[in-house]
């Protein structure tokens, strides 16, 4: 997730541009993370970071990007943890729901997936990415006419969006395959046909 380093700087200048003034050592341990953040070096930057907490537990910035380390870690619920101390001074952000969405998708909850995702939509109706994420778990779920419809939206936000059209065509051979298949039940034969060809695809 190349993306994710540019978001990442991104909420750094909008987040720090609103905060108090903060010590030359604990913004020297700051940053120092998002130095180690953006070339790779996840662990270096997480301590980094929890050396910014613990000189000032109210140091929000440093907990949301300590948990977008943690993510690219593979520490999910660290990264949710992190994420809901962020979201706990600024819930008007849609960013951190929708990244905290994206660590509850990594542990297989796509109803808190979808709450989150459905907040971060809330705060930014035009966030391509959360409409995509949701429909991913809306499709997770068996629920794919929402998914399709989530899919759109992200299309029509932003008509470039690779990952989406893939995610509705798969949604639609999917919401197919259910279709042949109650229809093969019903002894129809060349619904029992199609299905064959959708799941052989």
């Known amino acids: 997730m190349s993306r994710l ?23 020297s341990y700051f940053n120092k993370g998002n130095d180690y953040f953006n070339e790779g070096n996840y662990e270096k930057a997480i301590k980094e970071y929890t050396s910014a907490v613990s000189m000032d537990p109210q140091f929000m910035d440093a907990y949301y990007n300590r948990g977008l380390a ?19 001074s600024s819930s008007n952000n849609a960013e951190i729901y929708h990244f905290r ?22 705060i930014n109706p035009r966030f391509a990415d959360a409409y995509h994420n949701r429909g991913i778990s809306y499709a997770k779920k068996g629920r794919y006419e929402d998914a399709i419809e989530d899919y759109n939206k992200a299309i029509a936000i932003k008509p470039g969006f690779t990952a989406a059209y893939f995610s509705r065509g798969v949604a639609y051979a999917r919401r197919a395959a259910a279709d042949f298949q109650k229809a093969c039940d019903m002894g129809i034969p060349v619904a029992c046909e ?4 959708v799941s052989a695809e």
């Open 194 to 197: 199609n299905m064959k060809q």
């Open 101 to 122: 969405a994206l660590a509850y998708y990594k542990k297989g909850n796509y109803n808190k997936t979808i709450e989150d995702e459905t907040r971060a939509i809330a």
């Open 70 to 88: 943690y993510y690219k870690r593979e520490k999910h619920d660290e990264a949710i943890a992190d994420f809901s101390k962020a979201i706990g």
């Open 5 to 27: 380093k540019n978001i990442t700087l991104v909420f750094i200048l909008v987040l720090l541009s609103g905060v108090p003034a903060y010590g030359a050592d604990i913004m």
